[in-house]
Structure formats: C-alpha cells, structure tokens
C-alpha cells in the first residue's frame, strides 16, 4: 500500500496564534532575491529563521527550496509559488526540528517533492497550520506523502476511544534483546489483562477496541492502535518507548533493506525471523477479535498514523517485508519496544 500523495487544500483550514515577529518580509525565489528581514538565502536554499513573516513567490525547477529553521516559529505565506523538477531527498517546503509554521496560502501553489521526500515535510515534532483563500498542490516524491513526511510522516493526535483501560502486569524480555544498528529492540510485549479475556465460538469481548487480547502460543499479546498510541508510556517505558514509522524504516535499512516494500526479498526477511530480530509468523486479529494468518502474517504496530483510520505498521510475510505497512487501527498486532 502506498500513502495518498497529493493534497489539494482551497479553504480556510486553522488559525494558528505566533509570537511576535519580524516586520513583513518578501522573497522571489525566481529572481532570489527579496525585501525585509527573517530569512537567509544561500542559493538553492532559503531559510525561514525564527520569528519571521514572510511571503514567498516565484516559478522554479532547477532545484531551489524553502527550509524552515529547527526550533523556530515563523508565518509563511506562498503566493503563486512553483516548485518542481527536485533531486531525491529533497522537498520543496521542509520543516526542520521543533519548527512551527503557520502556512497562508494564496493564489495558485504547487509543491512537487523528489523520491523519498512530501511535498510538504513536516516530521515528528514539527507543528504545521495551514490556511488562505488560494490552492495548494502538494505531491510527495516515492514513499513521500503530499504533506507530512517521506520516509517518516508526522505524528498527527486523533481521538481514540476515553476512558482507561488496566493491562494488569505490562512485561517484555529485556534480558532477550536485538541491536541491529544504533537500536535495540525488545522481545513482544505482554500483559496480565490481555490474557485474561474470553475468546470461545467466535465470540470476543466487545472491548477489544481500546484494550488488547491474548495470542495463545505466539510471542506477545495483540493490541488496537488506539491502545498503543493512547498508553504507550505504560506498554513501553523504563527507557523503552513505542517506535515510530521512521524506527522501523531505520530497522529495515540496517537489517539490508531500503525502507521500502519489497517482493521478495528473501535476504532481509530471514534477518527478521533469525537472530537479529527473533521474529515470528504470530499473526492479528480483526475488530471482532477473530485470529487470522498465524504462521503466515506478522504485524507489529508503531505508533505513528498514516490517517484518521489506519496506523503505521512493520508487515512481513513469506514472501515480502514492508516496514511501512498501514492497516485499520481496530486490528490487533503485536508491539515491540525500541531504545
């Protein structure tokens, strides 16, 4: 499955409320060159710094793109703005570390990322607001989304369902670990509560979307996204932490990969089932509980979302890997813990 690439924004979406800034400021990335304060351009890239408004025009494709400085908190307004013809790992409008952007859009705006890049890139602990009366296209290169991220998306907080739920006794083996590059990774998670639903006739508890339940025979409990997203510090914590989208990218390149699905590639998904990843065909479950595909599937949640229905997962099978799987968050799959 691939993620949805192109995004058409032409209503007013949020407000979002800034510090004080600089005074207003213009750039031409046509002719590179522009008025005011807030900004550095070191040809093919200008820089938002902290604090800035500025408004952005001009029609380019030989390379030339906007960054966003780490930790800083500008207003960007793009008026007619063309960007296009980018080189892998590049995207036309990128927000670095801890960036927050309160993006206007104006007239007609097109953003076209190069392979592996959004049109957009807004990663993990950036924020991005965006509004105007204009149009926006925004088309991410391959495994890139239209606004979000390319080979990592954005975290993006959708309600699950209130209310708290007791695990019992949360536990995974630390003592039987796996580190595959700069990470290491737990053996599956398990909890007391879990194992103590009632699974008989093809009937399952009809709490199972905000908790978990067992998976006799197999490594670790089964869990919904919503759980995982909504009590990760208890399911993964002593320095442990629920991994994210980018985590199992980072896992599958080190294992041999790309970060990318792959039919076959025996190689790399024997690294899963061997001694650098202790994997195991466990299988999931649907939202009514139903085991499925046990020695044929296994599915691992991370807690990053792909949309308001479906959750980032690690998949690989027989046959494939895809560390960038996404299904709908009411499966249960199983959950690892990274440091």
């Not at 890139?144 to 695990?167: N, Y």
């Not at 089964?222 to 997203?229: P, T």
Request: hydrophobic share 35%; charged share 15%.
């Amino acid at each position: 499955m691939k993620p949805f690439k192109t995004l058409i924004l032409c209503t007013l979406l949020a407000f979002l409320t800034m510090p004080k800034a600089n005074a207003q400021a213009t750039f031409n990335l046509e002719t590179g060159t522009g008025t005011g304060t807030g900004y550095t351009w070191s040809n093919p890239i200008l820089t938002i710094n902290n604090g800035a408004t500025i408004t952005i025009t001009g029609t380019v494709s030989d390379g030339r793109r906007i960054e966003v400085a780490a930790n800083a908190s500008v207003n960007i307004t793009l008026d007619n703005v063309s960007i296009t013809g980018l080189a892998d790992n590049q995207s036309p409008l990128l927000l670095n570390d801890g960036a927050t952007v309160a993006l206007t859009i104006e007239g007609v705006n097109t953003l076209t990322a190069g392979n592996n890049c959004a049109g957009i890139q807004a990663p993990d602990g950036t924020t991005l607001t965006i509004g105007g009366t204009g149009f926006l296209t925004a088309t991410g290169g391959n495994f890139g989304a239209g606004i979000g991220g390319g080979k990592s998306l954005v975290e993006v907080a959708t309600p699950c369902d209130a209310g708290t739920f007791d695990f019992g006794t949360v536990s995974f083996a630390t003592a039987t670990t796996w580190t595959v590059g700069s990470q290491t990774w737990s053996d599956a998670v398990t909890a007391t509560n879990c194992q103590k639903t009632v699974f008989d006739g093809g009937v399952y508890e009809d709490h199972y979307n905000v908790d978990c339940r067992s998976n006799p025979g197999q490594k670790g409990d089964l869990f919904s996204w919503c759980a995982v997203a909504r009590f990760k510090e208890t399911l993964c914590s002593g320095g442990w932490r629920v991994p994210t989208r980018q985590d199992f990218i980072d896992l599958d390149i080190a294992l041999g990969g790309d970060g990318g699905i792959r039919y076959p590639d025996m190689t790399t998904l024997a690294k899963y089932m061997g001694s650098f990843w202790g994997g195991s065909y466990g299988g999931y479950c649907y939202s009514d509980g139903t085991l499925n595909y046990q020695g044929w599937y296994a599915n691992y949640w991370s807690q990053s979302e792909n949309s308001a229905t479906n959750g980032f997962n690690l998949n690989f099978n027989s046959s494939n890997v895809n560390p960038q799987n996404y299904n709908n968050k009411n499966n249960g799959f199983a959950l690892r813990c990274v440091r």
